[in-house]
Structures are given as structure tokens and as C-alpha cells.
């Protein structure tokens, strides 16, 4: 049950739905069926910050060629 973000043309209001297969969900604030789904930013939680990759990363200190480490 997928979880989508909607904006209506009639009042501009931004939602998100729970669409359950092809249905089409209406405006919450004007009751419009005239809604069109816009694309979500997705965020993702992370445990521990980014940090940006050190130049052995992808061979873990073995020295590949193009590592960097050479």
C-alpha cells in the first residue's frame, strides 16, 4: 500500500494518501477529485553522518591501481 503525495488544482493543497490500486484519492481540504500525484523527495535516516569516502575505500588499503594509494 504505497503512500503518495498529491496537490490539488482547486485549492493547492499538498497531501499525502495511502492509494490502494488504481483509485484516486480526494482533496482533503475541498473534497476535489481533481488532484494530480507529484513526485515525494524520499529521506532517508541514517544512524551515523556521512562522511565523505577516503581514497582507499574501495580497495581497503591494498593499493589498487586508481585508488590513490599507489
Known amino acids: 500500500m504505497p503512500l503518495y503525495e498529491y496537490v490539488c488544482h482547486k485549492c493547492s493543497k499538498q497531501f499525502e494518501e495511502l492509494v490502494f490500486g488504481a483509485s484516486v484519492p480526494a482533496c482533503p481540504v475541498c473534497q476535489s477529485a481533481d488532484v494530480e500525484r507529484i513526485l515525494s523527495v524520499v529521506s532517508i535516516g541514517r544512524g ?3 562522511r565523505e569516502p577516503s581514497a582507499c575505500d574501495s580497495c581497503q588499503g591494498r593499493g589498487r591501481p586508481g ?3 599507489n
Open 48 to 50: 551515523q553522518p556521512a
Open 67 to 69: 585508488c590513490g594509494m
